[in-house]
C-alpha cells in the first residue's frame, strides 16, 4: 500500500515536471510539450488504476493553482479552456494505456506499453480532448478534431518513447512496473 502510494506521487512528480520541459518543435512548426509522455508511462507502468491515479493527482494538483502544467499554467481557469478535454482526458487516458499493457501480457513489453500508448494515449486522449473543444469552442466534431491532427506526430514519438522506456525498465527494474505484476 505504501509503494502504492509512492509511485503515484512519483508518477504524478514526474508529469509535473515534464510541464517545465520547453515545449519541442517538430519541423511542420507544431510544437509538442512532453506532458503526455508522462501520462502514456503512468499507465504502462503503473497500470490502469494506479496510472489514473497519478494523473488525478496531478489535475487536482492544477485545480489547486499550482502553476505544473506546461507553460507554468495551473488553477481553476485552465478548466474553462480549450484544453479542458484533454486535461481531463489524461485520466482515461492512464487508464486505458495500463488496461492495455495488462492484457497484453504475452506481448512483449515494449510493444504492449508502444500499444497502450497509442489506444490511450493518443485515441481516447484525442477523442476526450475534441470532445472539450467543441464544448468550449463550439465546433462540430471534425473542425475541432482538424484542430488537434498536427499534434499526432509528436505524440507517435513519444508512443515509441514510452514503449522504448518500459522495455528499459522491464530490463533492468522487471519488479517497477507493476502493470506487469500478477
Given amino acids: 500500500m505504501e509503494r502504492n502510494f509512492t ?3 512519483l508518477f504524478a512528480a514526474l508529469i509535473a515536471v515534464l510541464g517545465l520541459v520547453p515545449p519541442l518543435m517538430l519541423p ?7 506532458q503526455s509522455l508522462g501520462v502514456m508511462l503512468a499507465g504502462a507502468v503503473l497500470g490502469s488504476k494506479r496510472g489514473a ?3 488525478i493527482v496531478i489535475v487536482a494538483v492544477v485545480a489547486l493553482g ?3 502544467l506546461s507553460g507554468g499554467r495551473g488553477g481553476l481557469g ?13 485520466i482515461p487516458a492512464a487508464f486505458v494505456t495500463g488496461l492495455v499493457v495488462e492484457k497484453m501480457r504475452n506481448a512483449p513489453v515494449g510493444v504492449a506499453a ?5 489506444l490511450g494515449g493518443i485515441v481516447v486522449l484525442y477523442l476526450c480532448g475534441t470532445f472539450g473543444m467543441m464544448a468550449v469552442l463550439h465546433k462540430g ?3 475541432a478534431l482538424g484542430l488537434s491532427l498536427p499534434f499526432i506526430p509528436g505524440d ?8 522504448w522506456l518500459v522495455t528499459v525498465i522491464a530490463r533492468y527494474r522487471p519488479s517497477a512496473l507493476l502493470s506487469r505484476a500478477e
Fill in 66 to 68: 499550482l502553476p505544473v
Fill in 7 to 9: 509511485l503515484i506521487v
Fill in 114 to 118: 508502444g500499444a497502450g500508448a497509442v
Fill in 141 to 143: 466534431f471534425g473542425a
Fill in 156 to 163: 507517435l514519438i513519444k508512443a515509441v518513447v514510452a514503449g
Fill in 53 to 55: 491515479l497519478a494523473v
Fill in 28 to 34: 511542420t512548426g507544431v510544437p509538442v510539450s512532453a
Fill in 78 to 90: 485552465v478548466f474553462a479552456g480549450p484544453t479542458v478535454g484533454f486535461l481531463l482526458g489524461w
